[in-house]
């Protein structure tokens, strides 16, 4: 069964902008898609829809086979900004999702969770103390501390210098290969897209339609 399925999926503003227009994609479990266009090509809308933060105007999303109709409990999403909540510390930032859980659970998920994305002992400190690459980190760990099936990013490390965006560019993929998601990744960048991605779709504006899909069949362990 497809991880998600895009068919026909259009999206209008209410102020009339035709953002999305007959958009068809199938992701296989596991597979690594990314989305590349220039700025106002639609990509965030795309994944604000698949996320269930925003409502398609026609055609259909789902997710393991279940239509997307508000925010999805197998999807996990980061943005290009961190978007942490700065009166709460990074552990409480990552384990905001988790209210459900007993408390001890949810220290242990939140602990296991940091140390996967390489912040081991970061708990306690602020938002306002971390780099942006640790802040995007915490980010990471927050979208996949509820183990999510699907992970959506948003021009995840197009904040970040060279450096930073490298180094984050292996850990996403190690951290792909822990659980290996299905990842939709959407970014402007196209050397990002061909270093992480097993398929490149290239979104054109106005509206934001599929012009090309483009395999890139890269050998993964
Ligand atoms: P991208 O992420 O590729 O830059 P967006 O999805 O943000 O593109 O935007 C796609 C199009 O939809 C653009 O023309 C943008 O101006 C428009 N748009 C985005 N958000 C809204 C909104 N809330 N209301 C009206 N138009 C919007
Ligand atoms: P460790 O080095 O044990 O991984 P962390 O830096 O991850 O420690 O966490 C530091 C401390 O933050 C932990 O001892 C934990 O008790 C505390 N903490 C406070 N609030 C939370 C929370 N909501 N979830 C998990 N840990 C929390």
């Not at 026909?8 to 266009?37: M, Q, W």
């Not at 948003?154 to 180094?167: N, Q, V």
Request: overall charge neutral; proline content about 8%.
């Amino acid at each position: 069964a497809a991880a998600v399925t895009i068919a026909a999926l259009g999206k209008t503003y209410p102020n009339g902008t035709r953002a999305l227009d007959a958009v068809s994609l199938t992701l296989a479990p596991g597979e690594i898609v990314a989305v590349v266009g220039g700025s106002g090509c639609g990509k965030s809308t795309l994944l604000r829809v698949l996320a269930g933060l925003d409502r398609a105007s026609d055609g259909r999303v789902s997710v393991g086979g279940t239509p997307v109709e508000g925010p999805h409990p197998a999807v996990g999403i980061v943005f290009q900004e961190p978007r942490l909540l700065p009166w709460l510390n990074v552990a409480d930032n990552v384990g905001f999702g988790l209210v459900t859980l007993p408390p001890a659970e949810r220290r242990a998920r939140v602990a296991e969770t940091l140390s996967r994305v390489g912040l081991v002992g970061y708990g306690r400190r602020w938002p306002r103390e971390l780099s942006g690459g640790q802040a995007q980190r915490v980010a990471i760990a927050r979208a996949l501390v509820t183990r999510p099936s699907v992970l959506l990013l948003d021009e995840p490390f197009s904040a970040l210098d060279a450096f930073t965006r490298a180094d984050l560019q292996d850990h996403l993929l190690d951290l792909w290969a822990e659980s290996r998601p299905t990842l939709l990744l959407v970014t402007h960048d196209i050397e990002e897209a061909l270093v992480l991605a097993d398929r490149v779709v290239v979104l054109k504006p106005r509206p934001g339609r599929i012009a090309a899909l483009h395999d890139v069949a890269v050998p993964r362990p």
